[in-house]
């Protein structure tokens, strides 16, 4: 814009000041003539030549081409001050001027030109985030041609705009300047953080939200990476609300302090509670849990069941940084014992006892590696409820590698995103159980917004394994990978429906949020187990209903209602945590 300006003062100086260099008659004789007597001299005067002076790569057509003025034509001072406009606004020129001398009974108008110097090279300092390529490509003035100062000023706001969209929105240009050489210097701040500053934590430690950011005092500011690390801190599970403020420094703008404010939430949980039905007859609950103990990110978790039938106990413990390494560790303990217990007939007795070990370490920003073994102990009583004559033993060890790749906005209501979970395990037969077993699976989930507050979800299981696996290791249809609307008594005349040595699962969710803590769904699933890697699609089971998910300060709560499409019956049930 100062260019323009800069060009226009100029035409104005040249075609109206009080003085202007004339030459009417073929002497070419220079003299100096009054504003009136211009006008007076240049009035009615024929246009017989016109030439272009002064131009070195922008060549005497091209810029012929874009004149109004012609030759044959009497002067216009308007045509001259369009035109001169015209070959500035080309962007090749840095000054340019007209002047005028008698020729063959008429006026020479003779163009004179100061092009732009041809830039040698373009140098860029300053920049950390984007390269020196991408910024040239952004630029686009070319090296060893001719400076085109359209071109510089669209791609000089097409570099900032580029640096806006990806995040660096305090990033400025600092300087640009033309050397003796030649060449274009561009200078830029991208704009650091000064300081990373954690406000609204009284329960959690500091260190215990520092490790979960990548973002550092010294970095340059990128508000896409600031909003990553705060999702990553939500997804623990710990805050109401995490929300950034950035405090610009009054010395020095270009550096910012990074205000992280969080609402810490309810991590620890407590609920007692008790219920009734004829296939398992009066049961008490107990569970106790804490996310985030003494402020520390760690886990554990208590959940004692105890009916007239059955009983179970589990612990559990997990650490996400264990020893202030990126490294987690995940241990748990279950004990069960009476009927419905894993690897038993249902109308038979016995005792399971199981732990397992669990490591994780990160492999990219997206995907997680983990490890676990796992020791099982199947103690089969038969029918004989007193438990008193053992018929059978089981003893199995494995070790699995596991990778699960999460995408999700919200690892607790996603909403958009995906997440890819796959399984390779190994087990072992020990002592008297001589019976080796291998088995892999492959969990997909993707979620699709639809709508506001609306959305979609998807998801497909697979497992295999080998033929006759233990029970300890067989596939079951239930909790998570439960397909609704089928009761127990049906699932007990049709276990080899709900329980096998390979299994394959779909659902699908359409969710609405009614209200901030309630969200209301319909489904369908369809699935079923198989023997061996016998995969038969006759009788798989299918079902659809409708739902519901309230927030509580123990996490999603949710209830189900199912009609089971082969059985033409319905069935409620109810979820801890989310469908999927």
Same mark, same amino acid.
């Given at each position: 814009?100062?260019?323009?300006?800069? /060009?226009?003062?100029?035409?104005?100086?040249?075609? &109206?000041?009080?003085?202007?260099?004339?030459?009417?008659?073929?002497?070419?004789?220079?003299?100096?003539?009054?504003? +009136?007597?211009?006008?007076?001299?240049?009035?009615?005067?024929?246009?017989?030549?016109?030439?272009?002076?002064?131009?070195?790569?922008?060549?005497?057509?091209?810029?012929?081409?874009?004149?109004? /003025?012609?030759?044959?034509?009497?002067?216009?001072?308007?045509?001259?001050?369009?035109?001169?406009?015209?070959?500035?606004?080309?962007?090749?020129?840095?000054?340019?001027?007209?002047?005028?001398?008698?020729?063959?009974?008429?006026?020479?108008?003779?163009? +004179?030109?100061?092009?732009?110097?041809?830039?040698?090279?373009?140098?860029?300092?300053?920049?950390? $985030?984007?390269?020196? =390529?991408?910024?040239?490509?952004?630029?686009?003035?070319?090296?060893?041609?001719?400076?085109?100062?359209?071109?510089?000023?669209?791609?000089?706001?097409?570099?900032?705009?580029?640096?806006?969209?990806?995040?660096?929105?305090?990033?400025?240009?600092?300087?640009?300047?033309?050397?003796?050489?030649? /060449?274009?210097?561009?200078?830029?701040?991208?704009?650091? #953080?000064?300081?990373? #500053?954690?406000?609204?934590?009284?329960?959690?430690?500091?260190?215990?939200?520092?490790? =979960?950011?990548?973002?550092?005092?010294?970095?340059?500011?990128?508000?896409?990476?600031?909003?990553?690390?705060?999702?990553?801190?939500?997804?623990?599970?710990?805050?109401?609300?995490?929300?950034?403020?950035?405090?610009?420094?009054?010395?020095?703008?270009?550096?910012?302090?990074?205000?992280?404010?969080?609402?810490? !939430?309810?991590?620890? &949980?407590?609920?007692?509670?008790?219920?009734?039905?004829?296939?398992?007859?009066?049961? *008490?609950?107990?569970?106790?849990?804490?996310?985030?103990?003494?402020?520390? *990110?760690?886990?554990?978790?208590?959940?004692?069941?105890?009916?007239?039938?059955?009983?179970?106990?589990?612990?559990?413990?997990?650490?996400?940084?264990?020893? !202030?390494?990126?490294?987690?560790? @995940?241990?748990?303990?279950?004990?069960?014992?009476?009927?419905?217990?894993?690897?038993?007939?249902?109308?038979?007795?016995?005792?399971?006892?199981?732990?397992?070990?669990?490591?994780?370490?990160?492999?990219?920003?997206?995907?997680?590696?983990?490890?676990?073994?796992?020791?099982?102990?199947?103690?089969?009583?038969?029918?004989?409820?007193?438990?008193?004559?053992?018929?059978?033993? =089981?003893?199995?060890?494995?070790? $699995?590698?596991?990778?699960?790749?999460?995408?999700?906005?919200?690892?607790?209501?996603?909403? @958009?995103?995906?997440?890819?979970?796959?399984?390779?395990? %190994?087990?072992?037969?020990?002592?008297?159980?001589? %019976?080796?077993?291998?088995?892999?699976?492959?969990?997909?989930?993707?979620?699709?917004?639809?709508?506001?507050?609306?959305?979609?979800?998807?998801?497909?299981?697979?497992?295999?394994?080998?033929?006759?696996?233990?029970?300890?290791?067989?596939?079951?249809?239930?909790?998570?990978?439960?397909?609704?609307?089928?009761?127990?008594?049906?699932?007990?005349?049709?276990?080899?429906?709900?329980?096998?040595?390979?299994?394959?699962?779909?659902?699908?969710?359409?969710?609405?949020?009614?209200?901030?803590?309630?969200?209301?769904?319909?489904?369908?699933?369809?699935?079923?187990?198989?023997?061996?890697?016998?995969?038969?699609?006759?009788? #798989?089971?299918?079902?659809?209903?409708? *739902?519901?998910?309230?927030?509580?300060?123990?996490?999603?709560?949710?209830?189900?209602?199912?009609? *089971?499409?082969?059985?033409?019956?319905?069935?409620?049930?109810?979820?801890?945590?989310?469908?999927?």
């Amino acid at each position: 814009m100062k260019k323009i300006i800069t /060009t226009l003062l100029v035409l104005t100086f040249v075609l &109206t000041s009080t003085t202007l260099v004339l030459a009417l008659d073929e002497t070419e004789e220079e003299v100096e003539v009054e504003e +009136e007597e211009i006008e007076e001299q240049l009035a009615g005067h024929i246009i017989t030549g016109i030439e272009v002076v002064g131009n070195e790569v922008i060549t005497d057509e091209e810029v012929l081409a874009e004149l109004e /003025t012609e030759i044959g034509e009497e002067i216009s001072q308007n045509k001259l001050q369009n035109d001169m406009q015209t070959l500035f606004d080309l962007g090749y020129f840095m000054d340019l001027e007209v002047a005028f001398r008698g020729y063959q009974d008429g006026v020479m108008l003779i163009f +004179e030109l100061i092009e732009n110097p041809v830039i040698e090279e373009v140098n860029f300092s300053g920049n950390e $985030s984007l390269s020196d =390529e991408r910024l040239k490509d952004l630029l686009g003035v070319a090296e060893n041609e001719i400076l085109d100062i359209n071109q510089l000023d669209s791609g000089l706001e097409n570099m900032m705009l580029t640096y806006e969209e990806e995040g660096y929105v305090i990033a400025q240009l600092m300087d640009l300047s033309l050397t003796e050489e030649d /060449t274009l210097e561009i200078t830029i701040d991208e704009g650091r #953080i000064n300081d990373v #500053i954690i406000q609204g934590n009284t329960k959690t430690k500091d260190y215990v939200i520092e490790r =979960e950011l990548d973002v550092a005092p010294g970095d340059v500011l990128n508000v896409d990476e600031v909003w990553q690390d705060l999702a990553m801190l939500y997804n623990l599970g710990y805050f109401e609300d995490v929300a950034p403020t950035i405090d610009n420094d009054e010395l020095n703008p270009m550096e910012t302090n990074l205000i992280i404010n969080v609402e810490e !939430g309810r991590t620890g &949980t407590f609920s007692l509670g008790g219920g009734y039905s004829p296939e398992t007859g009066i049961n *008490g609950i107990l569970h106790l849990s804490e996310n985030n103990l003494f402020g520390r *990110g760690q886990q554990v978790d208590a959940d004692l069941n105890f009916g007239l039938k059955s009983r179970r106990l589990e612990l559990g413990f997990a650490d996400r940084w264990a020893l !202030g390494s990126k490294n987690s560790i @995940e241990t748990n303990f279950a004990y069960n014992s009476g009927e419905e217990i894993s690897g038993v007939e249902s109308d038979e007795y016995g005792r399971r006892i199981s732990g397992d070990l669990m490591l994780g370490r990160p492999l990219t920003d997206k995907i997680r590696g983990y490890v676990k073994f796992d020791a099982n102990r199947l103690l089969n009583y038969g029918a004989d409820s007193d438990m008193d004559d053992l018929e059978s033993t =089981e003893n199995t060890l494995s070790v $699995s590698l596991q990778g699960i790749r999460d995408d999700r906005d919200d690892h607790f209501n996603p909403r @958009e995103g995906n997440r890819q979970q796959m399984v390779l395990e %190994q087990g072992f037969g020990i002592g008297s159980t001589d %019976q080796n077993f291998s088995k892999a699976s492959l969990d997909l989930r993707q979620y699709f917004p639809v709508a506001d507050e609306h959305s979609v979800a998807v998801r497909g299981k697979v497992g295999v394994g080998s033929e006759d696996l233990p029970g300890t290791a067989r596939y079951y249809l239930r909790m998570q990978d439960e397909i609704r609307g089928y009761d127990s008594s049906y699932r007990s005349e049709n276990s080899e429906l709900f329980q096998g040595d390979s299994m394959a699962l779909g659902s699908i969710e359409y969710r609405h949020s009614i209200l901030d803590n309630l969200t209301a769904l319909t489904f369908f699933d369809v699935g079923r187990t198989f023997e061996g890697r016998d995969f038969k699609l006759d009788a #798989i089971n299918r079902s659809i209903g409708l *739902g519901a998910r309230i927030d509580t300060p123990i996490g999603p709560l949710g209830l189900d209602y199912g009609y *089971g499409l082969n059985t033409r019956e319905g069935d409620f049930s109810i979820r801890v945590g989310s469908s999927f």
